[in-house]
């Protein structure tokens, strides 16, 4: 659809390889988002155009630099193709993303992994194959770091008589029952699980005192960033269609924000936000907007 060869060597000669793979990127998840219709046409659409600034599907902000750098390939691409068209506002594109990044609860949220996994694997099996995957969710929701994840081992998970577990973080301590439970019970027993998409089998390694356990046998445990990734690779098998990802860093604030929600006291909105998310009056009223959007989409079932 779009030489990138001729393109890069017209507007980027000098582009280093990081820049270079940037822009194959940027072109390869714009061709994704066109698919059959006619590319002039397509570059005349701004949903088209405001799709091509989300290179990742999971995330629902666009920083300014990250704005005026795609912004600036499509002033590019219009040339290239030789179309007359205008790149829409840096609000216009925050205002197009439709890919919901919060849940109607925890439960839903488990549900949700495990859609997807039956979608992309034909004998998926919930007590494996995502599992890691939802146990990162769970102490995500409670409000652990990813490093804080990444450190605990198998003693941490109290037992609660026969259907709950304590486990605690520098924040406190908290009880995990249901399906959360479930979740971390099976994951501290896991030694092998089918990989999305591919199906392939995965071995865990590694030293097995750890709740995480890496692959790679070298590898004594996972650090935070490889935490992250579990989740950014679960989202690249997400199928566009269900429009949903899931952002490490809002699970905790999902839950705040069910909190808030929850609140039948006669407190002000602003002093809900304040004292259950513990943070300043400048932060709640940051918040606040953010929480209207996860009102308006819990109350017409979006989530």
């Not at 290179?55 to 704005?67: D, E, F, M, T, V």
């Not at 030293?207 to 996972?222: G, I, V, W």
């Not at 705040?256 to 932060?283: P, Q, R």
Request: glycine letters at 6%; charged letters at 20%; proline letters at 3%.
């Amino acid at each position: 659809m779009i030489n990138y060869q001729d393109f890069a060597a017209k507007y980027y000669p000098t582009a280093n390889s990081a820049r270079q793979n940037d822009i194959a990127r940027f072109l390869d998840n714009l061709a994704e988002v066109i698919g059959e219709t006619p590319l002039q046409d397509a570059l005349k659409n701004t949903q088209v155009l405001c799709a091509a600034f989300y290179l990742q599907k999971a995330g629902n902000n666009i920083s300014r630099p990250h704005y005026q750098k795609i912004k600036e390939y499509l002033i590019n691409l219009f040339d290239f193709v030789g179309v007359d068209a205008t790149v829409p506002t840096r609000e216009e594109v925050l205002a197009s993303q439709e890919t919901i990044c919060y849940f109607r609860g925890i439960n839903e949220l488990l549900e949700f992994i495990d859609k997807v996994g039956s979608s992309a694997l034909a004998n998926y099996n919930p007590t494996t194959d995502l599992v890691r995957v939802k146990s990162v969710c769970v102490l995500g929701w409670l409000g652990f770091t990813p490093d804080e994840i990444a450190n605990l081992k198998v003693r941490d998970l109290s037992q609660i008589e026969l259907n709950g577990y304590k486990v605690s973080n520098k924040s406190g301590t908290y009880e995990v029952y249901g399906q959360p439970f479930t979740a971390l019970y099976y994951l501290s027993g896991l030694e092998e699980y089918n990989g999305l998409p591919s199906g392939r089998k995965v071995i865990l390694k590694g030293n097995d005192e750890y709740l995480f356990r890496p692959t790679d046998a070298n590898c004594e445990k996972l650090d935070g960033g490889q935490i992250i990734q579990i989740i950014k690779r679960f989202n690249n098998c997400i199928p566009r269609s269900m429009k949903t990802s899931i952002v490490f860093r809002s699970l905790h604030k999902n839950a705040l924000f069910l909190e808030v929600y929850n609140d039948t006291s006669d407190k002000s909105l602003i002093n809900k936000i304040t004292a259950i998310m513990g943070c300043t009056l400048n932060y709640a009223f940051n918040y606040r907007d953010q929480y209207m959007k996860f009102v308006e989409a819990l109350e017409n079932n979006k989530i």
